[in-house]
């Protein structure tokens, strides 16, 4: 059985990814890609790794009616026409930040406020890892910030298991590549001005935050760093837990009974080759998130360390992943693909 | 085959009985490097990792 499936907002770094994961699904089909800025002209002209696709932009004000509509438009687009979207289609998956947050004052706080707030506690964030048996039944889906997913999938089992409490203080320390400011172009992102950066963009108060919060239900002291790569977005995080006598082994006990069964998730033991942590670079082009941790006793901290693409486990993996739950097929279909290896910066 | 757990994460790994002193073992789950360090009855230990110096 396939499913019809259009892109809005395809022009895009996401809205391109998805369009190349899409394109290797058995199971969807695309109908339209749109764009307002290349209505008209193919896919290829913006997207070169599609230029065999045959499909041409259409413009976002023609929706035909699709079984799943994939929505990588900027912050505050999805909000405004998402009744135009939930006309065309019973399942918006949307990339942007409008419906992740369950708490419309955070919308104040942290964005320009929120345009039908209504809407917000029917929204299932899209980490299948968190909200599996949720997203088997959901319409409108929000797919987590790249950052906040890096964060939250390295953190989660720690919370899940109550080896962490609210009052322990944690650290997150994010690089992540320039793909993550998406396809247009400013000053900062100049090749001249970005390249051989370690740029701390968002020191304090990024709004990444309010959706780690929001899933892992603590405070995250949370800071980002632009650097010279392209795609991945890595999180150190370090945490000084109150528990005391926090083991190894009670850590991996934890991981595994919230990951051992997940199929995009790698755990890592720290030994064994070149490539002993996450790493951005090994798991460019997958869905994969790497993850593994040290206790470090001496100091009273347990240090984590995460992986993700984020454009794939970050944006468009993840949205096609929570969809395949949504129409319950293998969720592992379309996505199972691996990184290359050897190869540059990603 | 017997089976013994895993000195990093803890899981189950089954070793056949012709292991032998010496050999090295990955674990499935956590991708460690654990080497045969005992066979009657079977002992393993984190496999040596050569040190990084950077830094230094």
């Known amino acids: 059985m396939t499913f019809s499936a259009s892109v809005i907002g395809a022009s895009g770094f996401t809205g391109g990814e998805l369009l190349r994961l899409l394109d290797g699904h058995p199971q969807f089909e695309i109908t339209q890609a749109t764009s307002r800025k290349y209505s008209g002209r193919s896919v290829g002209y913006t997207h070169p790794n599609l230029r065999d696709l045959k499909l041409k932009y259409s413009s976002p004000e023609k929706l035909e009616p699709v079984d799943v509509l994939f929505v990588a438009t900027p912050h505050g687009v999805s909000m405004s026409k998402i009744d135009a979207f939930s006309e065309a289609s019973n399942v918006v998956v949307d990339l942007s930040a409008d419906f992740r947050l369950k708490d419309p004052l955070k919308y104040d706080e942290y964005y320009d406020g929120h345009s039908c707030p209504e809407l917000l506690e029917k929204a299932v964030y899209g980490l299948p890892e968190i909200h599996r048996d949720d997203l088997k039944s959901a319409k409108l889906i929000a797919c987590g910030g790249c950052n906040s997913t890096v964060t939250i999938l390295g953190l989660y089992p720690l919370f899940k298991s109550g080896l962490l409490t609210l009052e322990d203080i944690i650290v997150a320390d994010i690089k992540v590549g320039s793909s993550e400011g998406g396809a247009s172009r400013s000053t900062s992102s100049h090749h001249a001005i970005r390249s051989g950066i370690v740029r701390p963009y968002a020191p304090i108060s990024h709004r990444h935050e309010a959706e780690i919060e929001q899933e892992l239900g603590a405070k995250v002291a949370f800071t980002v760093h632009a650097v010279d790569m392209i795609r991945g977005a890595a999180a150190t995080c370090h945490i000084f837990p109150t528990k005391q006598d926090l083991s190894k082994s009670l850590l991996w006990k934890a991981y595994l009974d919230s990951y051992g069964e997940e199929p995009f998730v790698r755990l890592l033991s720290g030994t064994g080759g070149n490539y002993r942590y996450p790493e951005p670079k090994v798991v460019a082009g997958t869905n994969n998130v790497e993850i593994a941790f040290e206790i470090d006793e001496r100091n009273n901290r347990i240090v984590v360390f995460s992986a993700i693409d984020n454009m794939m486990k970050g944006s468009a993996g993840q949205a096609i992943h929570a969809a395949n739950i949504a129409f319950g097929i293998d969720e592992t279909i379309g996505l199972s693909h691996r990184s290359l290896h050897p190869t540059g910066a990603p | ?56």
Do not use: H, R, Y
């Open chain 2, 1 to 56: 085959m017997t089976n013994t757990t895993c000195a990093e994460c803890g899981s189950e790994i089954t070793i056949s009985n012709d292991v032998e002193s010496g050999e090295i073992l990955d674990c499935d789950i956590c991708g460690i490097e654990l080497e045969v360090i005992g066979v009657d009855p079977i002992e393993l230990s984190k496999a040596p990792e050569l040190e990084e110096d950077w830094g230094e």
